[in-house]
C-alpha cells in the first residue's frame, strides 16, 4: 500500500481504537477493491434501511473527488477539448474521475418491480444477476447480517464470480461465511454497527481513493 494510505488507516484507528479487530478485514476489503477498479471493474452495493442510505453514501463518495480531487488525465482533457472546443476545456476543468459503482437501492421502479413480480428477498440478487461479472465486487451491508434479500445477493455474486465483502455488526450473521471479505464490527445494537459502518465506508473509499490517485 502507498505510504498515504498507510497513514489514513493509522490516523483512523487511532481515533476508533474500539475498531481495531477489523483492521486486517478492512485492509483486505481495500486490497479487492482497488484491484477491481483498476483492472475495469464495478462496486455494486446493497442493504436495507440505514444500510441502504450507507449503500447511496459510499456511492456518492466513490463516483467523485472524496478527499482527492481527481482531475482528468490529459488525454481525457485534450479529447474533450479537440471535439468541443471552449466548452469541452470548461468540462474537463469541471469533471473528476469517477469510480464506478451503483447503489441497488435507489432504483425505485426496478425494485417495486422485482418485489412485485419476483419477491422482495430477490429485489438484490436480481440486479446482481443483470449488473454483476467476473472482476466486479459486491459490498453487501446488514447490521444483523441475516437479511434475506442481501444473503440472496451473496449468493448470486459467489455464482457469477463476483468477489464480496459483507459488512455487518457482531457475528456476522448468514451474510458472514458467504462473503470473501467479512468486516464484522464489534456491536450489536443496530444504532451502533451503523455509526460504526458509516466510519468503515468513509475508510475505505478514503484509502481506495489514495491507492487510485495522486494527492
Known sequence: MKEQTLEILAGFFGENPRLEPCREAIRDGVTLLTACFKAGGKLLVCGNGGSCADSDHIVGELMKGFLLKRPLPRE?????????????????DRLQEALPAVSMGSQSALLTAIGNDIGYDLVFAQQVMGYGRP???????????NASNVKAALMTAKSLGVSTIALTGEGGGAAAPLADVRITVPDSRTFRVQEYHCAVCHLLCGCVEAELFEG
Open 76 to 92: 481525457r482533457r485534450e479529447m474533450l477539448k479537440n471535439l468541443f472546443g471552449e466548452e469541452g476545456e470548461s468540462l474537463a
Open 135 to 145: 472482476g466486479d465486487v459486491l459490498l453487501a451491508i446488514s447490521t444483523s447480517g
